[in-house]
């Protein structure tokens, strides 16, 4: 990586929203640092005059006791109150940056393609937009006055023991080089271990995420032993890591602490003070002094071994989170278009959803649907049927080839005209878990009350919300748990009928319907696609007879092109997908075989 990566990767780059409170309380700490250190040269001189019975004098200004005191407590409240607003101004900045961070992060993924959030998954996207961003707070909040107490102090404090008296200041230093080793030694940064203790994170938070999400699941077939067993593998995986990293340090970063603590310091400097003070080259107050001044700097000095790690810690946490804001956006033309008509065509569209992946999804896909026309998408299972339809939205763009929409390439149309023009009914439905209202005016958020009702009744489902205790108001449960699966489904309908999109692609929309809401659904369907452009994917074939076309694929390519009794006869894939499911349709569960 060069330099001007590192630059525009780095830990300060991904703050720079913050600059400004950052700079502000660091300006504060250091001022703190200042007073106090102000304060123990004060104290020093105060000791050694009353020790010696001769006046105080700062800057030939003779001070009595209570105007000494009346000081001291000035540079202290000053440094108190420049520390307090220190930390106030760097909290309110990590504050900032937790906003900022994590509203550009979920705006960056709202325009990435969709097989990066799938590839990757939702743990490691929900470590990198909650856990790496909080990293990044405590280390704005807590770390950044301390890194200017932490600089400042013992370098200011370094300055004055060497004008003081060099051989006590040596001293000092002797007893913090040898401490500083030590933590240097335990703080050293060990990438294969970091990378395993982030992985292991990692791997925790997938675990717990896929435990509750698949709580049915769990509770009918497995009680838990299996999947729970894949999160307590993930934790056990973390503490090892966790164990070994602490084993390499614990010894050293012990013996560091030891060591900078203040009284190996004082001690060495009382000692060489009381030898240099007998021998006559030592004033008092230089011994006074330079007593104050060496543990104050030992003090100051070992939050900078913590924070070299933590600095550490919050730079691969910066670097994930530049990762994640690094990817390519699906590009967006500068010459944009607006299509006037709504037929759709794909011509010689090929597509892999990785480009190192070596076989296309889908190959060499030529069709053209008429607008207000019914075509229909069927083949067998990982044909290529779903990925047709979230290529016409760029879900993915295409690898070759172009998709268009009134002969305008889908790539020029921009994002919000897009998706104004194409809606979505999926086969797995996803509700929010808010109130029922809020779920519909998803599509429309200038949509009115009366709108919204208006997309139930077409979406046959108003009837039973209106039967529900709080009616729009009751809230759908997480992923809507709260409904059964036919009412989802209407739910989504009724967005798509309130969005009033020229184009609707509907994702095997009654795959998951009982007879009793499929005979609603089928309504709903009926009322959405009125006047429309309608991708179908259907697996239950009687849904689809009536198609203005039916497009069959086959192993990713377009295998056959016609109506229901053209495919009949050309006794291909169609003809014998409809044989299956004649077979499937006339099978007797009692008896467990086809009727005869």
Not at 311 to 336: C, F, G, R, Y
Request: overall charge positive; proline content about 3%.
């Amino acid at each position: 990586m060069n330099k001007q990566t590192n630059k525009k990767h780095g830990l300060w780059a991904i703050m720079k929203p913050v600059m400004l409170e950052i700079r502000l309380a660091m300006f504060l700490s250091a001022i703190g640092s200042l007073s106090l250190i102000a304060s123990l040269l004060i104290l020093s001189l105060t000791l050694t005059n009353i020790m010696q019975d001769t006046p105080l004098k700062i800057f030939n200004i003779k001070l009595d006791l209570i105007n000494t005191i009346i000081l001291l407590a000035i540079m202290t409240t000053i440094a108190f109150l420049s520390r307090f607003y220190a930390f106030v101004v760097s909290h309110l900045g990590a504050f900032r940056l937790e906003q900022v961070l994590r509203t550009k992060l979920t705006q960056h993924l709202a325009e990435v393609p969709l097989g990066y959030i799938i590839s990757n998954g939702s743990g490691t996207l929900k470590k990198v937009i909650q856990n790496d961003v909080k990293n990044l707070h405590s280390f704005v909040a807590d770390s950044i006055p301390m890194i200017a107490k932490s600089i400042l102090a013992p370098i200011t404090t370094l300055i004055i023991l060497f004008i003081i008296d060099y051989r006590l200041a040596l001293a000092s230093i002797s007893i913090l080089l040898l401490g500083w080793l030590a933590m240097a030694y335990a703080m050293r940064d060990s990438k294969e271990l970091r990378d395993k203790y982030d992985q292991s994170q990692s791997d925790i938070n997938k675990a717990v995420i896929e435990f509750a999400q698949a709580m049915p699941v769990v509770r009918t077939f497995d009680d838990g032993t299996s999947s729970f067993k894949r999160y307590n593998s993930a934790l056990h995986a973390y503490k090892e890591n966790l164990n070994n990293w602490m084993k390499i340090s614990a010894i050293p970063a012990k013996l560091g602490m030891i060591i900078l603590s203040p009284l190996p310091t004082l001690l060495t400097v009382l000692f060489t003070g009381i030898l240099l003070l007998n021998s006559g080259s030592l004033e008092l107050f230089a011994l006074i002094a330079a007593l104050f001044l060496s543990t104050g700097m030992a003090d100051a000095m070992m939050p900078i071994m913590w924070l070299q790690n933590f600095i550490k810690k919050s730079q691969a946490s910066a670097l994930k989170i530049q990762e994640v804001l690094d990817v390519p956006t699906l590009p967006i033309s500068k010459n944009a278009e607006i299509p006037t008509s709504f037929e759709l065509q794909f011509k010689d569209v090929f597509f892999k959803y990785d480009n190192g992946e070596v076989n296309y999804a889908l190959k060499n896909i030529n069709f053209k649907i008429p607008s207000k026309s019914v075509t229909a998408l069927v083949g067998p299972s990982g044909a290529g049927k779903s990925t047709i339809a979230k290529l016409i939205p760029r879900f993915w763009d295409v690898s070759k080839g172009e998709i268009c929409i009134g002969g305008v390439n889908i790539k020029n149309i921009e994002p919000n005209v897009l998706m104004n023009t194409v809606s979505f009914v999926f086969q797995d439905t996803f509700l929010f878990q808010d109130t029922i209202y809020n779920n519909i005016k998803i599509a429309n958020q200038n949509a009115s009350k009366e709108e919204i009702i208006k997309a139930a009744k077409a979406a046959q489902i108003h009837d039973f919300i209106e039967s529900l205790p709080n009616a729009y108001e009751t809230k759908a449960g997480d992923r809507g748990a709260n409904l059964s699966g036919g009412q989802k489904q209407r739910i989504t309908i009724a967005r798509a009928i309130l969005r009033d999109t020229p184009i609707v692609v509907l994702d095997e929309a009654t795959a998951f319907a009982d007879p009793e809401n499929e005979e609603e659904i089928v309504k709903a369907l009926a009322n959405l696609t009125i006047n429309k452009t309608v991708i179908m994917i259907a697996h239950r074939l009687s849904t689809i007879k009536n198609a203005d076309q039916i497009i069959v694929f086959s192993q990713g390519e377009i295998s056959e092109i016609g109506k229901h009794e053209e495919l009949l006869e050309n006794k291909g894939i169609y003809k014998k997908l409809w044989e299956n499911y004649e077979k499937a349709s006339q099978w007797n569960l009692e008896k467990g075989k086809v009727n005869e």
